[in-house]
């Protein structure tokens, strides 16, 4: 499995960013997928995930409310929209497949499949 995310890019404070994660290699439509981001000289945090059919997401309280995570499975792609955006948000974004099919789960170890990362930089 690969994956490609895009969408990243410099922003105002306030702004909004959409990324997107694209999968190739092997359909993704039966796992959960999540998104992850490194801020510099941080450890890799925990950001949205959304589950095989999209009816489940989570995220945790420093983006809820502000970022959306979505999915097309006849696409293979993972979006994850991001509003109100804060200088404390710029990090590289990374996109993640989880094939255990335990249902979502936070934890970036048990992420099989890592997208390249996308740089993501608030301005205040």
């Known amino acids: 499995v690969q994956l490609q995310a895009s969408g990243g890019g410099l922003v105002q404070a306030g702004g909004s960013l959409r990324l997107s994660c694209a999968a190739s290699g092997h359909s993704f439509s039966g796992y959960s997928m999540g998104w992850f981001r490194r801020a510099s000289g941080k450890e890799r945090n925990f950001v949205a995930a959304?589950?095989?059919?999209?009816?489940?997401?989570h995220y945790p309280d420093s983006v809820k409310g502000r970022f959306t995570i979505t999915r097309d499975n006849d696409k293979n792609t993972v979006h994850l929209q991001m509003n109100s955006l804060k200088p404390e948000d710029t990090a590289v974004y990374y996109c993640a497949l989880d094939t255990n099919g335990l249902g979502i789960r936070t934890d970036p170890d048990e992420y099989e499949y890592w997208g390249q990362g996308t740089l993501v930089t608030v301005s205040s």
């Open positions: 959304i589950s095989w059919s999209g009816t489940t997401t």
